[in-house]
């Protein structure tokens, strides 16, 4: 039978730790408001000279909420890179799923296409860390309750 990495693999664990450490470098600078204030002139001036659009000019709950998720995902990748359990890489691919779909609803209603770079990566991650999880649900039941079907006989 063709498997994927499965989900307690150190393959797997691996792809917890890198998307662990993406979400470190990506999101730390959003934690404060010192550093969010870098963090969204850079990003502003790198929309604006590619044509992907800038940011709106930052507020006092804008920069509260980007504090917030970057304080979030700060300890959540921190805890992933010392401790990096297959469950986390479940969690984080629900989480990722939740992210790409807000960030398609706010592609959808007119922010900066600059978000599409950060939408395709949090697409990658959560593929790459629920696919096993899937595959091996449904191996299972392939393989039936005897622990052989003739599709995975034939695959030996």
């Known amino acids: 039978m063709i498997r994927l990495f499965v989900p307690a693999s150190p393959a797997y664990l691996r792809v917890v730790r890198a998307?662990?450490?993406?979400?470190?470098?990506?999101?730390?600078g959003f934690a404060t408001p010192w550093t969010y204030a870098l963090v969204h002139d850079a990003?502003?001036?790198?929309?604006d000279a590619?044509?992907?659009?800038?940011?709106?000019?930052?507020?006092?709950?804008?920069t509260l909420y980007a504090n917030l998720m970057g304080s979030v995902v700060v300890v959540w990748a921190v805890?992933?890179?010392?401790?990096p359990l297959s469950s986390h890489g479940l969690f984080d691919g629900v989480a990722r799923t939740l992210f790409a779909a807000?960030?398609?609803?706010?592609l959808a209603h007119g922010a900066?296409?600059?978000?599409?770079?950060?939408?395709?990566?949090?697409?990658a991650f959560g593929v790459v860390q629920l696919v096993?999880?899937?595959?091996?649900?449904?191996?299972r039941l392939l393989d039936g309750?005897?622990?052989?079907?003739?599709?995975?006989?034939?695959?030996?």
Do not use: C, I, K
Not at 43 to 47: E, K, Q
Not at 54 to 59: A, F, H, K, T, V
Not at 132 to 139: E, F, G, I, L, V
């Open 19 to 28: 998307s662990a450490w993406y979400d470190l470098v990506v999101t730390a």
């Open 43 to 47: 990003l502003s001036t790198w929309g």
């Open 50 to 62: 590619l044509g992907m659009g800038g940011l709106p000019e930052r507020d006092p709950m804008q």
């Open 79 to 83: 805890l992933r890179l010392v401790r």
């Open 102 to 106: 807000w960030q398609a609803y706010a």
């Open 112 to 123: 900066t296409r600059l978000l599409w770079l950060f939408l395709g990566v949090e697409v």
């Open 132 to 139: 096993p999880w899937w595959w091996n649900r449904h191996a």
């Open 145 to 156: 309750p005897a622990g052989g079907s003739t599709l995975n006989a034939a695959s030996r």
